[in-house]
């Protein structure tokens, strides 16, 4: 049980693009949902948070529109990184904190490797 | 602010052997512990936690950690690792329901 699923796994795409990436909870409902960002051998920094229904908390020194959060059901909730740029190239994990939990659980998702060139 | 230190950037170690993942933390509250491990080009999977009681936790797979409230620690530790125990090992403190990690370790276990 609590199985987070990302998709696409790996995505391309060129400058100036548009990009979207899924994170569903598949068994249960995700009260809240975490955005991270994890550059080469370095740890997960933490993006935003985002909560069923409402707009997305930013971490300071995320551009809130360039990577924009919806968090439209209690199962899914979706990153679109607007006019990459080969500096957003990363590797993006989203956590889904379940409804029945206490509040500090979190299941992660396998990770989305984004190539901006 | 609520911050995790792992000294160790990499941690080589022959195969059957102990091994030790150091773990530091600083809060001025109470806080949750836990320890991820990374598989290459995967997400992060829940190892163990420490959230209350006694202060050794361990995993099914053999790690154990110990909360050290005196010395701010939550350090892991595997008495015989084992080639699939090669990984990237990340300690975390939860603080109102959000997450800060440490930068970790690479766990690189040698035959």
């Known amino acids: 049980g609590a199985v987070v699923s990302q998709h696409p796994s790996r995505v391309i795409c060129k400058s100036g693009t548009s990009v979207k990436i899924e994170c569903r909870s598949l068994?249960?409902?995700?009260?809240?949902m975490f955005w991270y960002r994890q550059f080469p051998k370095q740890s997960l920094m933490l993006m935003a948070t985002?909560?069923?229904?409402?707009?997305?908390t930013y971490e300071q020194g995320v551009e809130k529109d360039k990577f924009l959060i919806n968090h439209a059901s209690l199962t899914l909730s979706t990153l679109t990184v607007t006019s990459a740029h080969p500096e957003d190239s990363s590797f993006y994990i989203c956590?889904?904190?379940?409804?029945w939990g206490q509040g500090y659980e979190q299941y992660f998702g396998p990770g989305t490797r984004l190539t901006v060139t | 602010a609520q911050s995790v230190t792992q000294l160790d950037s990499q941690v080589p170690v022959f195969e059957e052997a102990p091994v030790e993942l150091r773990c530091n933390y600083s809060?001025?509250?109470?806080?949750?512990l836990f320890w991820y491990v990374q598989y290459p080009n995967q997400g992060l999977q829940l190892l163990l936690k420490?959230?209350?009681?006694?202060?050794l936790v361990k995993s099914i797979n053999g790690f154990e950690a110990e909360f050290n409230k005196s010395q701010t620690s939550f350090h892991l530790r595997k008495p015989s690792v084992h080639i699939s125990d090669t990984a990237e090992y990340f300690c975390?403190?939860?603080?109102?329901?959000?997450?800060?990690f440490g930068a970790g370790t690479i766990l690189r276990v040698k035959s």
């Open positions: 956590s889904a904190s379940p409804d």
């Open positions: 809060s001025s509250v109470s806080v949750y």
């Open positions: 420490y959230l209350s009681g006694s202060t």
């Open positions: 975390a403190v939860s603080f109102r329901n959000k997450l800060v």
């Open positions: 068994d249960f409902q995700a009260t809240t």
């Open positions: 985002s909560n069923e229904g409402s707009k997305a």
